[in-house]
Nanobody, 126 residues
């Protein structure tokens, strides 16, 4: 089992940057692929970024791939999401999630992930 806790959200002006963190408990973090999702008010939760257990494979939603960067440090049981050039439409609660994915696969569906954090709010002012 994996417990996930996000941090690093906040209020930022458009054009600014944030780095979100996701701290995982347990020694099995390194065996899980990880994803970032977000949910804006009144909208469904949507996929943002994926990273394989080793960090060797990353994948992004088209809407963010030039501005977001997902990374992980397995030795620290931590997942990151660097967000640059923030836009008001990036305002959402951001969630990290863990999935037991077969090697070589990319997982983007919310229903496919096994564990979720509680989320961290990102608000971008114009």
């Amino acid at each position: 089992q994996v417990q996930l806790v996000e941090s690093g959200g906040g209020l930022v002006q458009a054009g600014g940057s944030l780095r979100l963190s996701c701290a995982a408990s347990g020694r099995t973090f390194r065996t899980y692929a990880m994803g970032w999702f977000r949910q804006a008010p009144g909208k469904e939760r949507e996929f943002v970024a994926f990273i394989s257990w080793s960090g060797g494979t990353t994948y992004y939603a088209d809407s963010v791939k030039d501005r977001f960067a997902i990374s992980r440090v397995n030795a620290k049981n931590t997942l990151y999401l660097q967000i640059d050039s923030l836009k008001p439409e990036d305002t959402a609660v951001y969630y990290c999630a863990a999935v037991n994915a077969p090697p070589g696969t990319v997982v983007t569906g919310t229903g496919e992930y096994d564990y979720w954090g509680q989320g961290t709010q990102v608000t971008v002012s114009s």
